[in-house]
T-cell receptor
Framework: DQQVKQNSPSLSVQEGRISILNCDYT??????FLWYKKYPAEGPTFLIS?????DKNEDGRFTVFLNKSAKHLSLHIVPSQPGDSAVYFC??????????FGKGTKLTVNP | DVKVTQSSRYLVKRTGEKVFLECVQD?????MFWYRQDPGLGLRLIYF???????EKGDIPEGYSVSREKKERFSLILESASTNQTSMYLC????????????????FGEGSRLTVL
C-alpha cells in the first residue's frame, strides 16, 4: 500500500511561471516531510522540508505547504527556471529514521 | 559538506555473479540506507542500518544482503545477481532526528547503475 502518493508522473510549465507539485499521504503518524530533486544519473538532493507543526516553509523560490487535515502537501516553485527540470520526490517520516518516498514527478520547464 | 561516495557509477554483471556495492560517508552519520530507483516505482528501501553491525530490512530485501563493519561504510551484496536487479542503486546517510545539527534528512550518493545480463 502506497503511503506517499504523487499522482502526477509529469508536469510541464513555461519558464517564469509557477510550478506546483503535489503529494498526498495516508499515514497520520508522519510528522516530517521532505522534497528531493533528482537529475538523471545523479543522486537525489535535499530541497526543502516541513515539520507537521507548521503549515508553510519557504526557501527562496521554493515553498512547501502542508495541509494536515487533507494529508496533502505541495511544493511551489516561483518563478520556474529551465534548470529546475528534474524529477521531484516527496518523502515522509514518522517515528523512525526511515523515509518513505513517493514515485516522483518529472518537471519540465520550457524556455 | 556531507560526502557520500559510492564505489562504482556503472557496473555490468552476468546472471549468477556475486555483486558488491560499496558506500562510504564522511560525516559520522549513524544511519545508512540502500535504495533502488526504477522508472515509475520511485525510491524503494532495500536495507538500512542505524549502527555498526546493525541492520534492518526495508521494503524489498529479497535477493540482497548488507554489511556494516565500520560506521562510515555500508555495503550492499547481491549474492546471485538476476536480471530483475538491473537498476539504479542509491546509498544515503543521515543523522538521527533530534540529533544536534540534523533533522534526519538523507544525503545521497551519486548512484550506481547496475546492469545484469
Amino acid at each position: 500500500d502506497q503511503q506517499v502518493k504523487q499522482n502526477s508522473p509529469s508536469l510541464s510549465v513555461q519558464e517564469g511561471r509557477i510550478s506546483i507539485l503535489n503529494c498526498d499521504y495516508t499515514n497520520s503518524m508522519f510528522d516530517y516531510f521532505l522534497w528531493y530533486k533528482k537529475y538523471p544519473a545523479e543522486g537525489p538532493t535535499f530541497l526543502i522540508s516541513i515539520s507537521s507543526i507548521k503549515d508553510k516553509n519557504e526557501d527562496g523560490r521554493f515553498t512547501v505547504f502542508l495541509n494536515k487535515s487533507a494529508k496533502h502537501l505541495s511544493l511551489h516553485i516561483v518563478p520556474s527556471q529551465p534548470g529546475d527540470s528534474a524529477v521531484y520526490f516527496c518523502a515522509a517520516r514518522g517515528g523512525s529514521e526511515k523515509l518513505v518516498f513517493g514515485k516522483g514527478t518529472k518537471l519540465t520547464v520550457n524556455p | 559538506d556531507v560526502k557520500v561516495t559510492q564505489s562504482s557509477r556503472y557496473l555490468v554483471k552476468r546472471t549468477g555473479e556475486k555483486v558488491f556495492l560499496e558506500c562510504v560517508q564522511d560525516m559520522d552519520h549513524e544511519n545508512m540506507f540502500w535504495y533502488r530507483q526504477d522508472p515509475g516505482l520511485g525510491l524503494r528501501l532495500i536495507y538500512f542500518s542505524y549502527d555498526v553491525k546493525m541492520k534492518e530490512k526495508g521494503d524489498i530485501p529479497e535477493g540482497y544482503s548488507v554489511s556494516r563493519e565500520k560506521k562510515e561504510r555500508f555495503s550492499l551484496i547481491l549474492e546471485s545477481a538476476s536480471t530483475n536487479q538491473t537498476s539504479m542503486y542509491l546509498c544515503a546517510s543521515s543523522l538521527s532526528p533530534g540529533h544536534p545539527g540534523g533533522a534526519g534528512e538523507l544525503f545521497f550518493g551519486e548512484g550506481s547503475r547496475l546492469t545484469v545480463l
